[in-house]
Structures are given as structure tokens and as C-alpha cells.
């Protein structure tokens, strides 16, 4: 791979923070391809592991890595802001530390580029996920080759779940710098949201690449499996920063109907955050809440049913924190009701579950342990219990009479999919729930 001096096309942005043995890999992906001009920045966020030795020996061999290495721990929104602010490429490419790219694919995607170099944006239609040494390939949204201003949000909200992750995108530094798109400072947490979001909103055409290139690792990271006030506050943050982009005035509907249905993910997402935290973490919270009290006060006109925001508005900041994470207690534990158990279990590592086993711990509800299809989960332990693969966890189980299993994912396919794996195991429908948070009252089994 060459690279050529000021005339970067790609720049690769990979922000690092103890991604173990991944790291070789992920970097090594990117030299190897074919490329004829691009370069990888690679932002050191104080890991604790050997990734800063790895950074050095790659940026010694070749000319067009650069590593930048911060100080103390930034977070990976800075990490990805300081790749953007300091790359030199005509287009910005995100990569996951703990991800690669798949080999010999960027050679097309190169050429498609160069093809659509005018415009500010281009969306990643295909990519292929590993799970548990598996490979399967996820298409997005259309065999269009571009779509117009007046289609690209249409057909984004005709999606169950819109792409809102920054590298199944690929964006012109210019456009970013132009219009101030930057990660949301201090959130390690659904920062790709507003990120995302907003670059949606600014674009006119869109041009959709159908081949996949980029192939994501599930569970490799942990960022998805904690909970507690630093998640919380980060959430809050996502949910004030896409309010922000919403404008009344706006004369596209579609516009702020996108905008809306963005906001509702990180405002589930937050009921899982705030089970865990202590007087003095809800109080920090308040605070926050109380500087952005305008955002909430839009977001009220928006949401006039959301039980979160009706019980700030009700309470007060701090009091209607109480309350909400107190009902959610409650709304959680009763789901249990009438349930006939011994031995309980939660199905899916994620701060669902976590939340779950939060909640049931407030009322005396004792887990046994996490059930999670996927092998390669880092962690083999959590809130002190074991995380197992059901194979492995009925296996050693011989009585299988008197367990209640709750599942914590929350796509209604993924629930579907379990319920019929743990039928196989001999496991009856009434041995099994599941709990909701975008509506707890609703579940799908």
C-alpha cells in the first residue's frame, strides 16, 4: 500500500481502548488491502494493555499510519473527534478496534468513491457480523444505487431499526467540518446516535454501496454491558444533542418524524441506566437535567406520554428521578407475579439484563446466572455471576422442572428465535418470560 502526500483519499480513524489481540488484527486489515492512497490514524486513549506498543511498532513500519496519543482517558467520542480533526483525507472512514475489514474489498470500494466523490455522504448497505465463529451477512435498506433528499429519510423510518452506527457510513471531511458534526463530548454511550443522525439530516443525495466490506464482532466490546451513572449521564446527553437538531419550524415532516423515532431509542435505553444508581448518582443526574431544563421542556411537548419525562415534569428533577426508577423497580418485579420458580435466570448479556437482575435484586429476587448464545464474550462473569452458553449450561443441569428464565433481549425476532432453542432444550412456554423495556407491559412471550 502506498500513500501519497497530500492527496489522501481515505482516512481510516480507529479509536483504541484495551482492545486486546483484536488490535493486530483490525490494523493489519487495513494495510493489506490494495489501496492506492489512504492512511490509518490510530488515537491511543490510555489503554491499559499492550495497544500502545502495538500503536508505536505499526507507526514506526509504515509511513501512513499516525498514532495520537492522549494523555489520560478521553473517551471515544474525543478519540473520534481528534481522528477527524487531525486526518487528512478527502473522506473519513470509522473503524472499531475490536472490528476489521474484510480482505482484498476495498479496492471497489475505492473506485466507488472516486465515482461519487461530490457527494457528502455514502451509506454502507451491507456488512457481515461474526458471532460465535459464525459469519453472517446483514442488507440494509434498498438495491438503489442512490437515493434523493426527498426518499433518504422515507425509507430510513420504514426500517424496524435504522443504522445509527458511524461505521456503516462513510463521510467527506469537508461536509463534517462544514457543518460542525462532531461526536457529543464525554459519551461513551450511544454517541453514534446524534452523530449519525445529524449527518442524515444535512445530506441531499445519498448513495447506497452494496458490496460489504466491514465485518463487526458481537460481544467483543463491553461498551453495550455496563451500566451505572456514567452510561446514564451519556444517554441523557445523546437524548439532549438529537433534541437539539429538532426544529418545529422545520417544513419537512419526515425530518422531524426521523429525529423522534431517534430519540426514542436512547430514552429506552436510559430506563436501564438509572436502576442502579444511588441518592448521591440521581442527584448529579438532576443537576444535569435541571442545566438542559428547556431541552426537557421540548422533549415533553414531544413525548407527552413518556412516563420518564411526565414524572420530571410532575416532581421535579431529582424527585422525578426517584419515582421513574422506583416504578420501574416495581414494574419489573410484578412481572414475576404468579410465576411458580425455584431457580431464575436471565437469557441475553447486555444492561438489559444487567438492569433486570438490578431490579429484581431491590426485592429480594436472587439470579442464578447469565445465559448468552454468544461463546466469545470477553467477560465470563458479571455482577458476580456466572455467563454461560445455554449448550453448555443444560448440559451439567439435570433438573429442569422448577427454573423461570427471562429474557432481556429485546428484538422481537431474536425472543422468537430463543424461545424456540430453549423448546428444544425441553424448556416449557410457561417456564419462560420476557420483559420489554420499550414497553413493559407488552412482551413477546
Sequence with gaps: M?????????????????????????????????LRSCEIILVEDRSTDTSLEICRKFEKKYKNIRLIKHEKRMGVSISRNDGIQNSNGEFIIFVDSDDYLIENSLLSLEKYILKNRKNDLIFINNYVTLRDNKFFKTEYISKKKILKKKDILDVFLKEKDTPIECWKFIYKKFFLIRNKILFIKKVNLGEDQAFVSNAICKVDNLPIYLKPYYCFEVGSSNLRNKTGFNPAVSLLKVICGISKLYNDKEKNYNIKKFLKNKIQKPLTEFKTQIIPLNNDQINKLSQYIKKNFQTFKKLNYLFPNNNFLLSLKKYGAEKGLNKFKNNLIIKINSLLKNKKFNDLYVFGYSFYSLAVIHALKKKDYKVKLILDNNSRIKKKRSLN???????????????????????????????????????????NKNQITHINFRNLDKRYV
Excluded at 388 to 394: A, N
Design 385 to 427: 455471576l456466572d455467563i454461560v452458553t445455554p449448550k453448555i449450561f443444560f448440559k451439567r443441569l439435570k433438573d429442569r422442572n422448577n427454573l423461570l428464565i427471562i429474557i432481556c433481549n429485546q428484538s422481537k425476532e431474536d425472543v422468537l428465535n430463543i424461545c424456540n432453542q430453549l423448546k428444544k432444550f425441553e424448556i
Design 2 to 34: 502506498t500513500s501519497l502526500k497530500n492527496k489522501v483519499l481515505l482516512s481510516f480513524i480507529i479509536p483504541i481502548y484495551n482492545p486486546g489481540n483484536n488490535l493486530v488484527r483490525c490494523i493489519k486489515s487495513i494495510q493489506k488491502q490494495k
